[in-house]
């Protein structure tokens, strides 16, 4: 078995959106639209998040415009993007793009996927929370996943000190349901 590098610290973030992470969550039954799949994309100062619904045989064409429409619209174009080696994030149009818009690619150190430890998390917090929606509202998971995304952005994280909407607009959300 092959030793790993050792573990790089990820530099401190100090603008919004400027430095985020991806991964996927793979491996979740079809839904009707055929996604079995969700984009975590997570901004490292705020914690916010998007979960995107997609396919896995979604090619980078389609991700590139998701991408482009769900952070870069909303968002501005980031710094630096760590993610894990998935052929998605490796391959040339990928590079070619992030390139062009100046931003940094940082694929997590190989054998060390706490390089990532924060999108691992809010992954295992989303799946807590989709399974919960199910089981108490039945459907699709893709029909909950806007209000997963909600629910996540608008609760408290005591590495900030608030929640993940309050750290990127200034004020709580306001909301009868949080």
């Not at 009707?32 to 914690?47: A, H, P, Q």
């Not at 150190?109 to 199910?134: W, Y």
């Not at 039945?138 to 005591?158: I, P, Q, R, T």
């Amino acid at each position: 078995m092959r030793k790993g590098g050792l573990l790089q610290p990820l530099k401190i973030v100090e603008w919004k959106w400027e430095h985020v992470t991806m991964d996927f969550v793979t491996g979740l039954p079809k839904t009707l639209r055929g996604n079995d799949t969700i984009w975590v994309i997570v901004d490292r100062l705020t914690k916010s998040a998007h979960f995107l619904p997609i396919k896995v045989t979604d090619f980078i064409d389609v991700l590139s415009k998701i991408y482009l429409r769900e952070v870069v619209r909303l968002h501005g174009v980031p710094i630096s993007i760590v993610s894990d080696r998935d052929t998605r994030f490796t391959c040339g149009f990928w590079v070619s793009l992030q390139a062009a818009m100046d931003t940094k690619l940082d694929l997590s150190t190989a054998f060390h996927p706490q390089t990532d430890g924060q999108t691992e998390k809010v992954n295992q917090i989303m799946e807590d929370m989709l399974r919960s929606c199910i089981l108490d509202f039945g459907g699709s998971w893709e029909d909950h996943l806007y209000l997963v995304e909600f629910a996540y952005n608008n609760s408290y994280h005591s590495s900030i000190g608030m929640t993940p909407f309050e750290a990127l607009y200034g004020r709580p959300c306001r909301t009868p349901i949080c």
